[in-house]
C-alpha cells in the first residue's frame, strides 16, 4: 500500500527505483524479498526501515533513488488494463468537475482504476465514487489497483458491473459525474435524471469529433447549460547541473475535457412539483401544463 504517510519505508509499501539515467520502476516491498533492476538487485530487507528517499548500492554497485510511490507514480506505473488517464488529467478534471469532499461522484469506465483514485482521494473520508464498467476483467484490474494502493481510499468506493447509460437513470441526487468513454452522449438522459441541480457533468474525449458530437447533444437537452471545452498541454523541462530547458519530446495530445452544468427546474414547475408529489408536469414552463408523467423509481445516491 501506498497511503501509508510515514517517514518510514515499510513492509508492503509501494517503491519507485530510479536509476542514474531516470528509469523508474514500481516495486512493492516485501520482507524477504529481492528487487531486480537494471543495475542489478538490491533486498528488501535492506530498505525496510531505512527513511523515504534513500540512497541504496546495488550487488554490482550501482546507486539508486528509492522513494515511497506518490499517487502519480502509482497510477504511470501500476499494471493497466485499460488505457488509463493521466496525471495531468486527472488533477485537471478533480479541478474542473469541482470534486470535493463529502461529494458523491459516479464514474465510467473505470478501467485500470487511476483516474478513480484521484476521485477517491479528492472525495475524502464522507464521500463517495460510484463506478460502472462493462467489462469484468478492467473492473478486476481496477479493484486491484485500489486495493493495492490503498484500502482506506478503497472503502469510499463502489464498484458495479453494467453500463452506466443503463446505470445512472436508477440513480438521483448525484453531484458529479465524470465520464471516460466514448459515446458520452448516450448518457445525458441518465445523467439529467441522475444529477442534483447544478451538478456537473465532465467527459474525457481524445477527439475532437466525439467533443463536437458531444457539445452538440449538451446544447439540444434543455436539461444542461453552459458547455465549455479545454485541453491542458503539460511542458516537462530537464533542470541538472548544465541544463535547465523544456523537454526535447513532449506528450502532444491526450484528450479535451467538456463539462456541462445540470439545470435547474424554472421555479413555477418548482411549485408544481412540490404539489404534485412525484409526477412531473410535462412541456409546461410558465404556462399551461399538457401532461404529467410519473418519474422512474430512483435510488438515491
Ligand atoms: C479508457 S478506459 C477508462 C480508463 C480510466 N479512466 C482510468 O483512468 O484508468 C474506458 C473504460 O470504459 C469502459 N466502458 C465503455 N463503455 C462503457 C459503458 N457504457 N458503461 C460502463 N463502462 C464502459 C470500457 O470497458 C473501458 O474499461
Known sequence: MSDNQSAVLEDGDWIVVSDRRGRENLFQLRAGGKL????????????????????VRTKKGDVLLVFRAILADYTTLMPRGAQIITPKDAAMIVQWADIYPG???VEAGIGSGALTLSLLRAVGEDGRVLAFELREEFANCARKNVLGFSPKLAERLELRLGDVHDELRKLSAVDRIVLDLQDPWLALPGASAALRAGGILLAYLPTIRQVDNFVNAILDTAEFGQPEVIETILRPWIADRVRLRPESRITGHTAFLVRARRMGAPPSRRMRESTLGSSVVVGDVEGEAVGLVETPETADF
Open 103 to 105: 461529494a458523491s461522484v
Open 36 to 55: 531486480h533492476v537494471t543495475g542489478g538487485s538490491v533486498e528488501c530487507d535492506d530498505l525496510i526501515g531505512c527513511e523515504d528517499g534513500t540512497r
